[in-house]
């Protein structure tokens, strides 16, 4: 039985015992003023306690009462109720009980699926209250799939023994398909974007891979998107409305009403201090809400007062005051809103107790550990909002509600709701690039195993002239909440024959370490051990260092990792910034070859007026640990994406033409300027121009050609953000190169575009 699944059973029991305690107690109260006949099957305790307590009335109003109260339980097929003088007496007939389910017709929902939800409604009896219910349960899940036509109706077969089977017939029809979706009223904003904005779609040629079924249900939750975009934009009073015109081929048009209204804008921001006297907090203050006033960008946006008061409250903290409240006073004039922000003492209030609901199939600890809150701390509105951001930042949490209930003037109560969404994913692509070639990439990954917040995954990615397998898992330490440890396991074939004449087989087996000193700044650390294996596929043209080293070799090797990334998208960022510190130890082996690598990476965009600038630059170097050849494999290479222009290896010391052995330094430097092309914002596409620069050099052996001259080339590109992933098209064209450099002039690549 899984955990959710037996911790449902004894919360279950638990209850029951509870409420087996109740009944007792209203049995001794009780026993000897009812008598119940025609139960066969329900407990006498169980019809007393669903009629609980009888009113101080007069008896005929009492009967009336315990009636009604049997009646409404839905449980009994009739009950009547009379009063002898001494005893209520009670005679119910049961509804019959259920043998079995059988499912007639039902291709899209299985038969197990089902059989769960009647477990789950506890169905036992033929109650038409709760047949129904389930039919209704059904339906709403046939509708979430498209299925809006589904139509649903029950049979039963009775025994003599009052029992019955129950015959459920599904006509599902078919599935109904949005064929338009028409916007009006949006004086302001192009259709394209509020349609990138809400979960209804349509197919088109650039949005190929869209879920066009229709939903009735998200209908209303793409009001409140729609809602939420223009409220974002100023407009407060926004109102949306919506129609559906339904057609004979299973297609229906979508109308979206909006009526925009006026737009507000943040007029001034101000801050009253009510605390004790604090020069230095005063002036962090004053010159906080002076940049915030620069920053608002006029557009009214509560959130963005949201944002303001928890920046505020983090001011206060790291000045050691715990205790305060922090009110935003609205003044609105003419659509122009003046805020002021009050902060309060207050008396230090408590957690009375934490509740968290909603996961059935989480524990409670895996929870616990990221807002490390426990019963008998302080709280306050800061550290409440800090919990919703941290559980909202899990991915096996959809939505997490958090609120604070009051029980005295020192105590509150920490009610946490969270709804889990599917942890377990698998992706399978498949790619043409130049760079790789055909490219096949499948991977399994599970985000919470067993409820503990644990991942696992496993990665397969080839391609003509590479394989990899990658087998990972991480978890968070008990000891340290703020550090994720993991192992991966990774098996490695390439194949560089054509280009430089050998073969390698890597095995490598990882633990690493990762600590958040906050949400942006972390460390990673690595201990690592591989097996690695040189085959020379021609010792004609094979680099002297691969004919040298060739056969088995084993290394253990160390890695650090300080990164700061404030980046808003790991796919597609338009502002913020990535400066990361790499460095990687590899210890001598049987081959000699210990070294030392340091890498250092930036990137930083922003965005002005839609167009997105972007500056990216590493640095590297490797050094020898005693002073011997190092491998080419583990040597900077430059091409690709990190000079646009030149093929994958094309730049870089070489042992003859078409032999490259890496160099022991690299620079390149990447300027971008992006623009969008589409008002979808869900799935744009962006016309990219760009300026790169480059240089690999330094290397102890022999080798024909090798140099630091600088390498510049240009281009312009496309970046499709498609359903799949992106998808990159570039022209790059080499300004300054060597005769021995490799070109590449056009650049194909399905993934990480930067």
Same mark, same amino acid.
């Given at each position: 039985m899984n955990y959710w699944k037996l911790r449902s059973v004894k919360k279950s029991i638990i209850n029951k015992a509870l409420f087996l305690l109740l009944l007792l107690i209203n049995v001794e109260v009780y026993a000897k003023e009812f008598i119940i006949e025609g139960n066969e099957y329900t407990d006498k305790d169980i019809v007393i306690s669903i009629i609980d307590k009888i009113p101080d009335i007069d008896v005929e109003s009492q009967t009336n009462y315990i009636l009604k109260k049997l009646i409404s339980s839905n449980l009994f097929k009739s009950v009547e109720v009379s009063y002898d003088s001494k005893n209520y007496i009670i005679k119910i007939i049961e509804y019959p009980s259920i043998n079995n389910f059988f499912y007639i017709n039902n291709e899209r929902i299985e038969d197990t699926d089902i059989d769960n939800i009647v477990r789950e409604l506890e169905i036992y009896t033929l109650s038409e209250f709760k047949i129904n219910e389930l039919i209704q349960e059904l339906s709403k899940i046939y509708q979430s799939f498209?299925?809006?036509?589904?139509?649903?109706?029950?049979?039963?077969?009775?025994?003599? #023994?009052?029992?019955?089977?129950?015959?459920?017939?599904?006509?599902e029809g078919n599935i109904t398909k949005i064929n338009k979706i028409n916007i009006i009223?949006?004086?302001?904003?192009?259709?394209?974007?509020?349609?990138?904005?809400?979960?209804?779609?349509?197919?088109?040629?650039?949005?190929?891979?869209?879920?066009?079924?229709?939903?009735?249900?998200?209908?209303?939750?793409?009001?409140? +998107?729609?809602?939420?975009?223009?409220?974002?934009?100023?407009?407060?009073?926004?109102?949306?409305?919506?129609?559906?015109?339904?057609?004979?081929?299973?297609?229906v048009e979508i109308n979206f009403i909006i009526n925009e209204g006026n737009q507000y804008f943040f007029s001034a921001l101000d801050i009253k201090n009510n605390l004790d006297n604090n020069v230095n907090l005063d002036n962090q203050l004053s010159s906080f809400i002076d940049k915030s006033?620069?920053?608002?960008?006029?557009?009214?946006?509560?959130?963005?007062? @949201?944002?303001?008061?928890?920046?505020?409250?983090?001011?206060?903290? #790291?000045?050691?005051?715990?205790?305060?409240?922090?009110?935003?006073?609205?003044?609105?004039?003419?659509?122009?809103?003046?805020?002021?922000?009050?902060?309060?003492?207050?008396?230090?209030?408590?957690?009375?107790?934490?509740?968290?609901?909603?996961?059935?199939?989480?524990?409670?600890?895996?929870?616990?550990?990221?807002?490390?809150?426990?019963?008998?701390?302080?709280?306050?509105?800061?550290?409440?909002?800090?919990?919703?951001?941290?559980?909202? &930042?899990?991915?096996?949490?959809?939505?997490a509600k958090v609120k604070s209930t009051p029980i005295n003037e020192n105590s509150q109560n920490i009610d946490i709701i969270v709804e889990e969404t599917q942890t377990g994913s698998f992706n399978l692509g498949f790619s043409i690039g130049t760079l790789d070639g055909a490219s096949f990439v499948s991977g399994l990954k599970?985000?919470?195993? &067993?409820?503990?917040?644990?991942?696992?995954?496993?990665?397969?990615?080839?391609?003509?002239?590479?394989?990899?397998?990658?087998?990972?898992?991480?978890?968070?330490?008990?000891?340290?909440?703020?550090?994720?440890?993991?192992?991966?396991?990774?098996?490695?074939?390439?194949?560089?024959?054509?280009?430089?004449?050998?073969?390698?087989?890597?095995?490598?087996?990882?633990?690493?370490?990762?600590?958040?000193?906050?949400?942006?700044?972390?460390?990673?650390?690595?201990?690592?051990?591989?097996?690695?294996?040189?085959?020379?596929?021609? @010792?004609?043209?094979?680099?002297?260092?691969?004919?040298?080293?060739?056969?088995?070799?084993?290394?253990?090797?160390?890695?650090?990792?300080?990164?700061?990334n404030t980046l808003n998208s790991y796919i597609k960022p338009t502002r913020g910034n990535f400066l990361s510190f790499a460095n990687f130890l590899e210890t001598p082996s049987s081959s000699k070859n210990?070294?030392?690598?340091?890498?250092?990476?930036?990137?930083?965009?922003?965005?002005?007026?839609? &167009?997105?600038?972007?500056?990216?630059?590493?640095?590297?170097?490797?050094?020898?640990?005693?002073?011997?050849?190092?491998?080419?494999?583990?040597?900077?290479?430059?091409?690709?994406?990190?000079?646009?222009?030149? @093929?994958?290896?094309?730049?870089?010391? +070489?042992?003859? +033409?078409?032999?490259?052995?890496?160099?022991?330094?690299?620079?390149?430097?990447?300027?971008?300027?992006? +623009?969008?092309?589409?008002?979808?914002?869900?799935?744009?596409?962006?016309?990219?121009?760009f300026n790169d620069y480059g240089s690999v050099w330094g290397n102890k052996d022999q080798v024909t050609s090798s140099d630091q001259d600088l390498r510049i080339s240009y281009g312009f590109g496309i970046n499709y953000f498609s359903p799949i992933g992106p998808i990159g098209f570039s022209w790059g064209f080499p300004l300054v190169d060597k005769d021995y450099d490799i070109k590449r002039m056009f650049l194909f690549s399905i993934g990480n575009l930067n």
């Open positions: 498209g299925y809006n036509n589904i139509q649903i109706e029950y049979k039963n077969e009775d025994y003599s #023994n009052n029992s019955s089977d129950i015959y459920l017939y599904f006509n009223g949006n004086d302001t904003f192009d259709k394209n974007i509020i349609l990138s904005n809400i979960k209804s779609k349509t197919k088109k040629i650039t949005n190929i891979f869209a879920n066009n079924n229709f939903k009735l249900f998200q209908l209303n939750n793409d009001i409140i +998107r729609i809602k939420n975009f223009y409220k974002s934009k100023g407009y407060q009073d926004v109102s949306v409305e919506y129609s559906v015109e339904y057609f004979s081929n299973n297609k006033q620069i920053n608002i960008k006029n557009v009214y946006n509560s959130e963005k007062i @949201d944002e303001i008061e928890f920046d505020i409250a983090e001011i206060l903290e #790291n000045e050691g005051i715990q205790y305060f409240k922090i009110t935003a006073f609205e003044k609105i004039d003419n659509y122009k809103a003046d805020i002021l922000f009050e902060i309060s003492p207050t008396e230090p209030v408590y957690v009375n107790q934490i509740n968290i609901s909603g996961n059935d199939r989480t524990y409670d600890y895996v929870f616990r550990r990221e807002f490390e809150l426990a019963e008998g701390d302080s709280i306050n509105d800061s550290k409440i909002k800090n919990i919703s951001r941290k559980l909202n &930042n899990l991915n096996f949490i959809g939505n599970e985000n919470n195993i &067993n409820g503990t917040g644990r991942t696992l995954e496993f990665l397969v990615n080839t391609n003509n002239n590479n394989k990899e397998f990658i087998l990972s898992t991480s978890d968070k330490l008990f000891i340290n909440n703020n550090v994720n440890h993991g192992y991966s396991l990774n098996y490695k074939e390439n194949d560089f024959s054509k280009s430089q004449s050998y073969k390698l087989s890597t095995l490598s087996l990882d633990t690493n370490f990762k600590y958040e000193f906050s949400d942006d700044v972390y460390h990673a650390f690595g201990i690592g051990y591989s097996l690695k294996d040189y085959q020379v596929t021609n @010792d004609s043209t094979v680099a002297s260092i691969i004919k040298n080293s060739k056969g088995e070799s084993i290394s253990f090797n160390i890695s650090n990792d300080f990164t700061l210990g070294f030392v690598k340091n890498i250092i990476t930036g990137k930083k965009y922003y965005t002005i007026n839609k &167009n997105i600038f972007s500056v990216q630059g590493k640095v590297g170097n490797i050094f020898s640990l005693n002073d011997s050849p190092i491998l080419s494999d583990n040597k900077f290479s430059l091409g690709g994406r990190w000079l646009r222009g030149f @093929d994958s290896f094309g730049v870089g010391p +070489r042992d003859s +033409r078409t032999s490259y052995v890496g160099g022991n330094n690299v620079m390149a430097l990447k300027l971008d300027l992006s +623009r969008p092309i589409t008002l979808n914002d869900q799935n744009p596409i962006y016309f990219n121009l």
